[in-house]
């Protein structure tokens, strides 16, 4: 059983061709880095010119790749939300095209529902679990009691983790996404600068990213002012341990408190070494099975979104052709 998947939330146009919710069959990512690098973040208006550059030849390329024929498949699925509006939509129209043509049910995703199953697409998943999702817009820990139901447990109150990253790059200097630049240095560092870890109530699972953001750029700041400015490598060292350290103890602290049976790693920031090695670490002491997408499943693409559309794919929950794409849509609601 043969899902076409879209995903045009951000910067990413990517299309998939994925067998029963678990096997890739083809996994096209077009980025747009390229595009959006020289103003330092996405550009909405050029992110949703971009995706209509690209959609039909990204679709055309799928389906060669893949070697499955349009009347194989069996549903198109799109992220509905959350995102950018004008980029969802480009995903959006080409998927109800597509099904409209083809005669086939639509499936509207969730896009964080995408990153957290992108781990059904490499493991056998256990329930109850619980995930960690660390991404360009989100950090939260979801809370999953059976297959595509979801409950935030805690969430950050400011900004999400990997735009703590990109932002803290930034004022490094580094290139745009910095996050990757971040863990690279981090890992090549010798001395780590100390900075805050931001605990919040002690039973909280909510996190905070802007204190610490604020607290490595007033360190820049004023080491610059008296003339010796510090060494990036420790900053990035600093910075990391402390996102790593609040996010692993949190984690670990829900998997157990709800009596989780596995830990799910979901998201951008999921590819950060620092993030993956420490968890690893703290898992295998705690006895927890850890489960983690590969490198090139953390970051948007369309095979997690054909992945989570197969959980409504099997309770027959199909969207109609009027639905709407959703900038804020809520995990919660979307469950099964
Ligand atoms: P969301 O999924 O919340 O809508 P998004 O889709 O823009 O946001 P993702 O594609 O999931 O975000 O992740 C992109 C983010 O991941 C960027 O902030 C990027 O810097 C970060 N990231 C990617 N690789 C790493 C890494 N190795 N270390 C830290 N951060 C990373
Ligand atoms: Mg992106
Ligand atoms: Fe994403």
């Known amino acids: 059983l043969y899902i076409l998947a879209i995903e045009t939330s951000c ?3 990517s299309v998939a061709i994925v067998e029963n919710g678990t096997i890739i069959k083809a996994n096209i990512v077009s ?3 390229e595009t959006h690098e020289r103003f330092g973040g996405v550009v909405p ?3 949703s010119r971009k995706h209509v550059e690209s959609i039909t030849w990204i679709i055309e390329e799928a389906l060669e790749k893949s070697g499955v024929a349009p009347s194989e498949l069996s549903a198109i699925a799109v992220t509905q939300g959350p995102g950018l509006i004008g980029a969802l939509l480009v995903g959006v129209v080409a998927a109800k095209a597509l099904a409209y ?7 509207a995703v969730h896009h964080i529902a995408g990153h957290i199953y992108a781990n059904q697409l490499v493991h056998e998943l256990q329930y109850p679990l619980v995930s960690l999702v660390v991404s360009g817009g989100h950090t939260e820990l979801v809370y999953i009691e059976s297959e595509g139901n979801f409950k935030i447990i805690g969430q950050t109150r400011d900004d999400a983790a990997g735009e703590a990253y990109d932002k803290v790059a930034r004022a490094l200097k580094l290139p745009y996404p910095g996050g990757p630049y971040i863990d690279r240095l981090a ?4 001395e780590a600068l100390a900075l805050p870890r931001a605990w919040l109530e002690s039973d909280s699972y909510d996190f905070s990213f802007s204190g610490l953001k604020s607290a490595v750029l007033s360190a820049l700041n004023q080491a610059n002012m008296k003339g010796q400015p510090l060494d990036p490598g420790s900053v990035a060292k600093g910075f990391q341990a402390s996102v790593v350290e609040v996010l692993v103890e949190k984690a670990l602290r829900a998997v157990k408190a709800y009596g989780a ?4 790693l979901a998201g951008g920031v999921a590819a950060n070494q ?4 420490q968890l690893a670490v703290r898992c295998a002491e705690a006895n927890v099975p850890l489960l983690t997408p590969p490198l090139g499943l953390c970051t948007d693409n369309a095979a997690m979104i054909g992945a989570a559309a197969y959980l409504k794919f099997q309770r027959g929950q199909f969207s109609s052709l009027d639905f709407k794409a959703e900038p804020l849509l809520s995990l919660e609601e979307w469950s099964v």
Do not use: N, V
């Open 261 to 264: 049976k596995q830990l799910l």
């Open 11 to 13: 910067d990413e146009t």
């Open 274 to 277: 620092g993030l993956r090695q």
């Open 31 to 33: 980025s747009q880095i």
């Open 187 to 190: 890992q090549e560092a010798g």
């Open 101 to 107: 043509a083809l005669e086939l049910p639509l499936i």
């Open 45 to 47: 208006e050029l992110a």
